[in-house]
C-alpha cells in the first residue's frame, strides 16, 4: 500500500465523484478508475457506490477511509517528529483561522516567534467557516485558532484569552455620556435599552457576532433597526465610526480597527458577554517543538491584549 493510493481514495471520497478528485489531485481520472479497480479486487469487494458520476461509500469504503486517514495522519505525525529531531529551528506549522482574526491577532504573534525560530516556515490557511471541521480532517493542519466553538472530542483545547463583545458608537455619540463605572467592566457600563430605537450595524445571524447582537436584544427586550448587515467585523466598525449607526463587535477586532477609525467601545450586558479565543489541536497528535512554542507564546501575547 502506498501512501499515493490512500490520498486516491480520500479525495474520491470527499469529492463524491472520480472527475473532480482527478483534477483535485492533478492526475488523470483513467488513473483513478485503474486505482480503483485494483483495489476493490484486492479488498474483495465495493468500497464506492456508483449513482451516475456520484460516488457514495459503502460501508467497506467508509471502514476503509477511517484507516486510511488514521494511517496519513501516523506518517504526518512521524514526519513531523523526524524534521524536529533533525533540527530543533528547521520546520513548517500549518495554522487555520478566521481571515479576520490572521489580520488583527498574526501581527503581534509573528515578531517574536520568528525571533525564536528564524527558519520556520508558517502557513496561515484562512477559511470563513468549518475551521474546526478542517482540522479534524486535514491531517496537513497542525492547529486552528477558534472563537465560540463546539467542542469535539477528537480535539484538544488550550485557552489564548477572554474577550468582551463591546458596544461601539461613533466618537461624540450623544448616549455616550450615559455611561457608568461598574468595577467588573474594563470599559463604561451602557445600558443597552437606551438603543431600543438607534440603528445598528450588524452581522448576519447565522455568525457568532450576529447571534451575540440577538442574545443581548433579546436580554433587553429590544429589536432595534438595523438598515445595514455585513459578514466583516471591520466594515461595522468604520460604518460606525462615520456616523452611520452603532455596532456590537468582538474586543479584538475593536482594538485592532480603533487606530485606523476613531469610535468610543462601552461594555454592555448584565452579565456582560464574552468569547473565549482558543487554540484546537487534534488528540494525540505529534507537536514539534516549534508547534509547542507558538502555542505558549500566543497565550503569552493574546493574555494582555485583552
Not at 21 to 41: D, F, G, I, N
Request: glycine share 4%; net charge neutral; charged share 20%.
Amino acid at each position: 500500500m502506498e501512501y499515493t493510493d490512500l490520498e486516491y481514495f480520500i479525495a474520491i471520497a470527499e469529492h463524491h465523484n472520480l472527475t473532480r478528485a482527478a483534477e483535485a489531485l492533478y492526475v488523470s481520472q483513467p488513473t483513478l478508475t485503474k486505482y480503483l479497480h485494483k483495489l476493490e479486487k484486492e479488498l474483495g469487494g465495493k468500497v464506492f457506490r456508483r449513482n451516475g458520476y456520484q460516488y457514495d461509500l459503502t460501508f467497506l469504503g467508509q471502514r476503509y477511509l477511517d484507516y486510511a486517514r488514521r494511517v496519513l495522519a501516523l506518517d504526518q505525525d512521524w514526519k513531523k517528529e523526524l524534521s524536529d529531531m533533525r533540527s530543533y529551528y528547521n520546520g513548517e506549522l500549518n495554522i487555520a483561522l478566521p481571515p479576520m482574526r490572521s489580520t488583527s491577532l498574526i501581527p503581534q504573534l509573528l515578531p517574536a516567534f520568528h525571533e525564536k525560530h528564524p527558519g520556520v516556515c508558517i502557513n496561515f490557511f484562512e477559511y470563513g467557516h468549518s475551521i474546526q471541521d478542517k482540522l479534524i480532517s486535514d491531517t496537513n493542519l497542525d492547529f486552528a485558532i477558534l472563537s465560540n466553538w463546539q467542542e469535539h472530542p477528537k480535539l484538544n483545547y488550550e485557552l489564548l484569552c477572554r474577550e468582551e463583545i463591546l458596544l461601539v458608537l461613533p466618537v461624540g455619540h450623544p448616549l455616550a455620556q450615559k455611561a457608568v463605572t461598574k468595577k467588573e467592566c474594563h470599559y463604561p457600563w451602557l445600558d443597552l435599552s437606551l438603543f431600543a430605537d438607534t440603528p445598528f450595524i450588524l452581522h448576519f445571524p447565522d455568525q457568532n457576532t450576529g447571534r451575540s447582537a440577538q442574545r443581548l436584544f433579546d436580554q433587553y427586550g429590544i429589536q432595534p433597526p438595523v438598515p445595514y448587515r455585513t459578514r466583516n467585523n471591520q466594515t461595522c466598525i468604520q460604518l460606525a465610526s462615520q456616523n452611520l449607526g452603532v455596532t456590537i463587535a468582538p474586543e479584538g477586532y475593536v482594538r485592532y480597527a480603533a487606530p485606523f477609525w476613531p469610535v468610543e467601545v462601552f461594555s454592555v450586558g448584565n452579565p456582560i458577554l464574552q468569547n473565549d479565543l482558543v487554540i484546537a489541536y487534534r488528540k494525540n497528535s505529534y507537536l514539534s517543538t516549534y508547534a509547542q512554542s507558538f502555542i505558549s507564546l500566543s497565550k503569552n501575547i493574546c493574555a494582555p491584549l485583552f
